[in-house]
């Protein structure tokens, strides 16, 4: 049996696309699109679910008052028909699409958004109510106006109206959706079966029939799945098949890499030594070497130069990355008084990707002297410690933007508000007036040029005073069948598949290449 | 024997009640935040409430005392990662792993006895030399590395079965089932197989197997209806104690080909650190290994009355 078995993996096999696109010019509608998740769904409830998967499925089971148009992050309305802006910067006034409805047809009243928001504000287990702290009062104006007053001018406040969990919910019935797709089946860490909304507002631009989403597939599986033509579509890739799919002319059209709200890098708490020193952390910078990073990640990653990705609008694409410079390194560490380096404990997730990384920042750092001993925890104790001011003091990062506006990224991460004991999200322990400021007088810019140049001066601040060791922000990779098509990959919403079709043969099958 | 019975059920809860609060014990002892894990970007103020809600803001002590608090209310508290009753997720899910381990045992014994029956009566020999270099085979392979191949040989490559998932309808669910039971039973084939030899080896040299022989009974008759009836008793305590075996399987085999039992959970919990859904699995694991054991010493007892006393 082993001989066999041995015999048939050596085996060469021959692999690439088995069907082609019908070649339909226009968008038809039905079908069923099938994809799968390495992890499984966590709950469908939009108060409460605050994990990429379970994102996946709500998104296309709810919709919000505004949201990102197609491929951007521009936003746009959604349910409102439009919003209004006080003079004051502090009232925003939505005021809803006339028609619009749920699920199962009857409509949706202004008052259900305030019962959502209400909601995430007031449960103990809802995450998402510090996105609302400074809402100082929710009014409703009859059936189709929402008025939000805030305590303080806030320009990014309209991106937290675009996550889903303010979408509205109607008192009695608050699993009921409104998005393009509504809940057909659940069978909890098996599938979910998503079947169109008819009483969808933009049901014009669905035409899927269903999506069918099988959960908690290992990637690898997932992948063969994919090539043996039992899913749709196929990400994230693992890199030994990205690795293999790249190489391949034939899956070249239907190979996606984008860019996606994230930056990875390593915190250094500046209340510690040897890292209060800003030589150290600029030494740092130029002896990690981020070729060998993007190496290790397989080519789906770009360097980072501070903690906003490609796309932000406020992020300035003419400043660089630290270069490679292991001399400048030495000298940095010399003039700060440790010329022959340090030891240091680096502490990071269990996770396969991470060892990875961590070994690479080992070797580049040992090259100027830096001892890094890699500590390896699970998550859960890894997020502890990571949140913690007695933590470790050097540790792998990472920031998944919750809307994509720079506030998302800077306050969090840089505000000396975002400082806690326990729970931190400023995981240097960062304070910089000046950076405070900044970031205090761009939350209130309503001028976008103006804003920009705020932000912009943030990060060049940010890249010199080095609270992280930048790393890189990494692409998302997906791979679609031939027969799928307009699908647009969308830097704020991951996997989207709410507006492709699928171009199949006149019989409803899909053509065989 | 009633009493008996009784007191083994007496000691039944304790040993599960042990596991538990040694499980407990683990969870507690880990520094992990699993709040601050499902929610990295609340507030600290939010990440201390939902703390609060779940428990995790006061010592060991108390926290052991919301946990017994619960099970004294019929339940298991709340999982942090899934925000729903831990009942609920054992409940879910508790029924893909009952299918996977009954289909394993019965592979196992369909395949374990013959073989072991052979080795026994051809002692020695060839026959049995091969059934050993198998068993020493298949207990030595990992479920991991015997699902990988099984799914990448059988699956992808012959197209054979499908590749991940729990299927719908009695005939999908079957053949999906193949591949994660028949990896889920190799590493016991061995056990039984081993069991079944010893006991039959045993048997055929008993007095009442020559008398058979001696009355002129075929040797096939000798062998299935004497020998095998004798040899199967120790088998069921075997049996029961096979199940925690293929509990720990089942936590691999279930990962590996997307089958949405318990055993996955429990990985999936202590990955997150969700303390209730680990102690809630374990519960149920423990209860059942400690039960099994017992109905198979009932059995033992009511078919073999020297051990009664």
Same mark, same amino acid.
């Given at each position: 049996?082993?001989?066999?078995?041995?015999?048939?993996?050596?085996?060469?096999?021959?692999?690439?696309?088995?069907?082609?696109?019908?070649?339909?010019?226009?968008?038809?509608?039905?079908?069923?699109?099938?994809?799968?998740?390495?992890?499984?769904?966590?709950?469908?409830?939009?108060?409460?679910?605050?994990?990429?998967?379970?994102?996946?499925?709500?998104? /296309? !089971?709810? @919709? %919000?008052?505004?949201?990102?148009?197609?491929?951007? $992050?521009?936003?746009? =309305?959604?349910? &409102?028909? #439009?919003?209004?802006?006080?003079?004051?910067?502090?009232?925003?006034?939505?005021?809803?699409?006339?028609?619009?409805?749920?699920?199962?047809?009857?409509?949706?009243?202004?008052?259900?958004?305030?019962?959502?928001?209400?909601?995430?504000?007031?449960?103990?287990?809802?995450?998402?109510?510090?996105?609302?702290?400074?809402?100082?009062?929710?009014?409703?104006?009859?059936?189709?106006?929402?008025?939000?007053?805030? /305590? !303080?001018? @806030? %320009?990014?406040?309209?991106?937290?109206?675009?996550? $889903?969990?303010?979408? =509205?919910?109607? &008192?009695? #019935?608050?699993?009921?959706?409104?998005?393009?797709?509504?809940?057909?089946?659940?069978?909890?860490?098996?599938?979910?079966?998503?079947?169109?909304?008819?009483?969808?507002?933009?049901?014009?631009?669905?035409?899927?029939?269903?999506?069918?989403?099988?959960?908690?597939?290992?990637?690898?599986?997932?992948?063969?799945?994919?090539?043996?033509?039992?899913?749709?579509?196929?990400?994230?890739?693992?890199a030994?098949?990205y690795?293999?799919?790249v190489?391949?002319?034939?899956?070249?059209?239907?190979?996606?890499t984008r860019a996606t709200m994230n930056a990875f890098g390593s915190r250094m708490?500046?209340?510690?030594?040897?890292?209060?020193?800003?030589?150290?952390r600029q030494a740092l910078n130029y002896a990690l070497d981020k070729q060998h990073t993007i190496k290790l990640l397989s080519g789906a990653a770009v360097p980072a130069h501070g903690i906003l990705p490609p796309g932000v609008?406020g992020r300035d694409d003419a400043l660089l990355p630290y270069r490679h410079d292991p001399?400048r390194a030495?000298?940095?560490?010399?003039?700060?008084?440790?010329?022959?380096?340090?030891?240091?404990?680096?502490?990071?997730?269990?996770?396969?990707e991470a060892?990875r990384l961590a070994g690479s920042l080992q070797h580049d750092l040992?090259e100027v002297?830096?001892?890094?001993?890699?500590?390896?925890?699970?998550?859960?104790?890894?997020?502890?410690?990571?949140?913690?001011?007695?933590?470790?003091?050097?540790?792998k990062v990472g920031w998944l933007a919750?809307?994509?506006?720079?506030?998302?990224f800077?306050?969090?991460s840089?505000?000396?508000?975002?400082?806690?004991?326990?729970?931190?999200?400023?995981?240097?322990?960062?304070?910089?007036?000046?950076?405070?400021?900044?970031?205090?007088?761009?939350?209130?810019?309503?001028?976008?040029?103006?804003?920009?140049?705020?932000?912009r001066?943030?990060e060049r601040?940010l890249r010199d005073d080095a609270p992280w060791l930048w790393d890189y922000h990494q692409l998302a990779t997906?791979?679609?069948?031939?027969?799928?098509?307009?699908?647009?990959?969308?830097p704020?919403?991951?996997?989207?598949?709410?507006?492709?079709?699928?171009?199949?043969?006149?019989?409803?099958?899909?053509?065989?290449? | 024997?009633?009493?008996?019975?009784?007191?083994?059920?007496?000691?039944?809860?304790?040993?599960?009640?042990?596991?538990?609060?040694?499980?407990?014990?683990?969870?507690?002892?880990?520094?992990?935040?699993?709040?601050?894990?499902?929610?990295?970007?609340?507030?600290?103020?939010?990440?201390?409430?939902?703390?609060?809600?779940?428990?995790?803001?006061?010592?060991?002590?108390?926290?052991?005392?919301?946990?017994?608090?619960?099970?004294?209310?019929?339940?298991?508290?709340?999982?942090?990662?899934?925000?729903?009753?831990?009942?609920?997720?054992?409940?879910?899910?508790?029924?893909?792993?009952?299918?996977?381990?009954?289909?394993?045992?019965?592979?196992?014994?369909?395949?374990?006895?013959?073989?072991?029956?052979?080795?026994?009566?051809?002692?020695?020999?060839?026959?049995?030399?091969?059934?050993?270099?198998?068993?020493?085979?298949?207990?030595?392979?990992?479920?991991?590395?015997?699902?990988?191949?099984?799914?990448?040989?059988?699956?992808?490559?012959?197209?054979?079965?499908?590749?991940?998932?729990?299927?719908?309808?009695?005939?999908?669910?079957?053949?999906?089932?193949?591949?994660?039971?028949?990896?889920?039973?190799?590493?016991?084939?061995?056990?039984?197989?081993?069991?079944?030899?010893?006991?039959?080896?045993?048997?055929?040299?008993?007095?009442?197997?020559?008398?058979?022989?001696?009355?002129?009974?075929?040797?096939?008759?000798?062998?299935?209806?004497?020998?095998?009836?004798?040899?199967?008793?120790?088998?069921?305590?075997?049996?029961?104690?096979?199940?925690?075996?293929?509990?720990?399987?089942?936590?691999?085999?279930?990962?590996?080909?997307?089958?949405?039992?318990?055993?996955?959970?429990?990985?999936?919990?202590?990955?997150?650190?969700?303390?209730?859904?680990?102690?809630?699995?374990?519960?149920?694991?423990?209860?059942?290994?400690?039960?099994?054991?017992?109905?198979?010493?009932?059995?033992?007892?009511?078919?073999?009355?020297?051990?009664?006393?």
């Amino acid at each position: 049996v082993a001989l066999v078995a041995a015999l048939v993996a050596c085996s060469p096999v021959e692999r690439g696309p088995r069907w082609r696109a019908a070649g339909g010019s226009s968008p038809r509608d039905g079908g069923t699109l099938r994809f799968a998740t390495k992890d499984g769904i966590v709950t469908l409830d939009p108060t409460r679910e605050y994990d990429e998967v379970s994102g996946y499925v709500v998104h /296309a !089971l709810r @919709d %919000t008052l505004v949201g990102y148009a197609a491929g951007s $992050t521009r936003l746009e =309305p959604r349910l &409102a028909e #439009r919003w209004e802006i006080s003079g004051d910067g502090r009232t925003y006034t939505f005021v809803l699409r006339p028609g619009i409805a749920y699920a199962d047809g009857t409509p949706i009243r202004a008052v259900d958004f305030a019962n959502s928001l209400t909601k995430a504000r007031t449960s103990a287990d809802s995450p998402f109510g510090s996105f609302l702290a400074h809402v100082t009062d929710i009014t409703v104006r009859g059936d189709r106006e929402l008025a939000i007053t805030l /305590a !303080l001018p @806030d %320009t990014s406040f309209p991106n937290v109206m675009a996550m $889903t969990f303010t979408t =509205p919910l109607r &008192a009695d #019935r608050p699993e009921l959706g409104c998005g393009p797709f509504a809940l057909e089946r659940w069978d909890r860490g098996e599938r979910v079966v998503l079947r169109r909304n008819p009483h969808y507002w933009d049901a014009a631009h669905v035409h899927l029939d269903a999506i069918e989403m099988l959960e908690n597939v290992p990637r690898d599986t997932q992948f063969l799945m994919f090539e043996r033509g039992e899913l749709d579509a196929a990400a994230p890739l693992a890199a030994p098949d990205y690795q293999w799919i790249v190489a391949q002319p034939a899956w070249q059209p239907y190979l996606h890499t984008r860019a996606t709200m994230n930056a990875f890098g390593s915190r250094m708490n500046v209340r510690v030594k040897p890292f209060s020193d800003r030589r150290v952390r600029q030494a740092l910078n130029y002896a990690l070497d981020k070729q060998h990073t993007i190496k290790l990640l397989s080519g789906a990653a770009v360097p980072a130069h501070g903690i906003l990705p490609p796309g932000v609008a406020g992020r300035d694409d003419a400043l660089l990355p630290y270069r490679h410079d292991p001399e400048r390194a030495r000298a940095l560490l010399a003039a700060a008084g440790y010329p022959d380096g340090f030891d240091v404990d680096y502490l990071i997730p269990a996770d396969e990707e991470a060892e990875r990384l961590a070994g690479s920042l080992q070797h580049d750092l040992g090259e100027v002297g830096v001892r890094v001993h890699v500590q390896e925890q699970a998550l859960a104790s890894y997020a502890a410690a990571l949140g913690s001011a007695d933590g470790p003091s050097f540790a792998k990062v990472g920031w998944l933007a919750d809307y994509p506006d720079p506030a998302n990224f800077f306050d969090a991460s840089f505000h000396s508000r975002s400082i806690a004991n326990d729970g931190t999200t400023n995981y240097s322990f960062y304070v910089n007036p000046e950076v405070d400021a900044l970031l205090d007088s761009a939350h209130g810019a309503s001028d976008e040029g103006t804003r920009a140049e705020l932000y912009r001066r943030v990060e060049r601040i940010l890249r010199d005073d080095a609270p992280w060791l930048w790393d890189y922000h990494q692409l998302a990779t997906e791979v679609i069948q031939p027969y799928v098509q307009g699908y647009a990959p969308h830097p704020v919403w991951v996997r989207d598949y709410t507006q492709v079709w699928l171009d199949l043969g006149a019989n409803g099958e899909r053509v065989p290449r | 024997m009633i009493a008996l019975v009784l007191r083994r059920l007496g000691w039944t809860i304790a040993v599960a009640w042990f596991a538990v609060t040694a499980t407990f014990a683990m969870v507690a002892a880990i520094p992990a935040d699993p709040v601050r894990a499902i929610a990295p970007h609340a507030s600290p103020e939010a990440v201390q409430r939902m703390r609060a809600y779940y428990c995790l803001d006061r010592g060991v002590i108390a926290q052991y005392g919301c946990f017994v608090g619960h099970v004294a209310r019929g339940e298991l508290g709340d999982s942090i990662r899934q925000k729903r009753a831990v009942t609920a997720v054992i409940a879910d899910h508790v029924w893909p792993t009952i299918e996977l381990a009954v289909a394993a045992v019965l592979l196992q014994l369909a395949i374990a006895v013959p073989l072991g029956v052979i080795a026994a009566v051809r002692r020695g020999r060839w026959p049995d030399r091969a059934v050993n270099a198998c068993w020493l085979v298949a207990q030595s392979a990992p479920p991991f590395f015997v699902g990988t191949l099984v799914l990448y040989v059988l699956a992808y490559r012959f197209g054979w079965f499908p590749l991940a998932g729990y299927g719908a309808g009695v005939l999908d669910r079957l053949h999906h089932l193949v591949l994660p039971a028949a990896t889920l039973a190799t590493a016991g084939v061995a056990y039984y197989a081993r069991a079944v030899r010893t006991e039959m080896i045993d048997a055929l040299g008993e007095d009442y197997v020559r008398t058979a022989r001696a009355k002129g009974l075929t040797e096939a008759r000798v062998i299935w209806r004497h020998g095998l009836r004798n040899a199967l008793g120790p088998l069921i305590a075997v049996a029961g104690l096979n199940l925690g075996l293929l509990l720990g399987g089942a936590v691999v085999v279930e990962y590996i080909f997307a089958w949405p039992g318990i055993g996955r959970e429990l990985l999936l919990a202590i990955l997150d650190q969700d303390g209730p859904v680990i102690i809630g699995i374990v519960l149920v694991a423990a209860l059942a290994i400690a039960l099994a054991n017992l109905a198979a010493d009932v059995v033992q007892l009511a078919i073999d009355p020297r051990l009664r006393e």
